[in-house]
Structures are given as C-alpha cells and as structure tokens.
C-alpha cells in the first residue's frame, strides 16, 4: 500500500508560481510512474503531467507545457510539480497518482492509477 499527501497548494495571483508537493509512504515510489491530475469545479477529472521512474521521460497536457514541470527524488520518495506563469483556469484540486511500472507510455489515464492522493486546492485569483 502507498499512501500519497499533496502539499504547496493555496492561492496565488494570475502569473505567479507554486510548487506542490507529494510524499509518499509504505512503499518506495521507484517502482511507480507518478503523475498529476486536476479537477476543477464542476469539471471532470484531467492529466496534467507524468514522470517516469527515474526522470528520464515526462509527458504533460498541451494547456499547461511550457509552464509546468514534474519532477521526482525517489530518494526523498517525492514528486514535485512547478507551476509558473499561472492562470485563472489552473485552479482546480490537484491530485499526485501513482501507476506501477517503470516506463512513461503515454497516455497516463486516471483509469490505470494504482494509487491516489486526496488532493489539494489550487486557486489562481487576483
């Protein structure tokens, strides 16, 4: 069992930055290709970024490349995910998932997640 806890999330004005966090407990995430995922309000579900087991590959959704970047210290067992440039519509509930196996193989749908974090909210206001 993984257990998955979001950190960093808050409110930030249009253009500005965050960093989330995700610490991972019970098991080594080397294993594991992690990713994150974002709700907003009313909406379903998205992928925003993915990473695999030893950083070497990442995949991200069109409307936030160039802007966001995953990366992972699977010694501190985290992933982290920078968001720069933040717009209005990034606000959402962002959730750190965790899928086993070692290579990307694109696309990282929530449907083949293994493990879920409970998330954390994003709000990008002035």
């Known amino acids: 069992q993984v257990q998955l806890v979001e950190s960093g999330g808050g409110l930030v004005q249009p253009g500005g930055s965050l960093r989330l966090s995700c610490a991972a407990s019970?098991?080594?995430?080397?294993?594991?290709?992690m990713g994150w995922f974002r709700q907003a309000p009313g909406k379903e579900r998205d992928f925003v970024a993915a990473?695999?087991?030893?950083?070497?590959?990442?995949d991200y959704a069109g409307s936030v490349k160039g802007r966001f970047t995953i990366s992972r210290d699977n010694a501190k067992n985290t992933v982290y995910l920078q968001m720069n440039s933040l717009k209005p519509e990034d606000t959402a509930v962002y959730s750190c998932a965790a899928r086993f196996g070692s290579a990307l193989l694109p696309p990282f749908r929530s449907s083949d997640v293994d493990y879920w974090g409970k998330g954390i909210l994003v709000t990008v206001s002035s």
């Open positions: 019970g098991r080594t995430l080397s294993p594991y290709v």
């Open positions: 990473i695999n087991w030893n950083g070497g590959s990442t």
